[in-house]
């Protein structure tokens, strides 16, 4: 099984970028669609961008559509979450996620970060 660590989060002012990145460890990264959950507090986990295990198909929630853009790169077993013009309603704990269906499938989600705290103050 895969195990995966978030990092990147932090305090950013509204209209203001971060990058979240998930490092792989265990199993072959580059077997696994990628996906960005979230959660904010007192809110339902949010599904928020997912990644072919190539790289080559990827989509998005519609709250972050045309804002962020997931990439990732299989040779350092990485999956990246860019965030542009950040908005106080994306402060959530950010989750990595690894799949082995396309698209995502709750039933197929293998593992799960521990998760990486955005705050967006406006």
């Known amino acids: 099984q895969v195990q995966l660590v978030e990092s990147g989060g932090g305090l950013v002012q509204a209209g203001g970028s971060l990058t979240l990145s998930c490092a792989a460890s265990?199993?072959?990264?580059?077997?696994?669609?990628m996906g960005w959950f979230r959660q904010a507090p007192g809110k339902e986990r949010e599904f928020v961008a997912a990644?072919?295990?190539?790289?080559?198909?990827?989509y998005y929630g519609d709250s972050v559509k045309g804002r962020f853009t997931i990439s990732r790169d299989n040779a350092k077993n990485t999956v990246y979450l860019q965030m542009n013009s950040l908005k106080p309603e994306d402060t959530a704990v950010y989750y990595c996620t690894a799949s082995t269906s396309w698209p995502l499938r709750s039933r197929y989600l293998e593992a799960w970060g521990q998760g990486t705290l955005v705050t967006v103050s406006s």
């Open positions: 990644i072919h295990w190539s790289g080559g198909n990827r």
């Open positions: 265990g199993r072959t990264f580059s077997s696994y669609a």
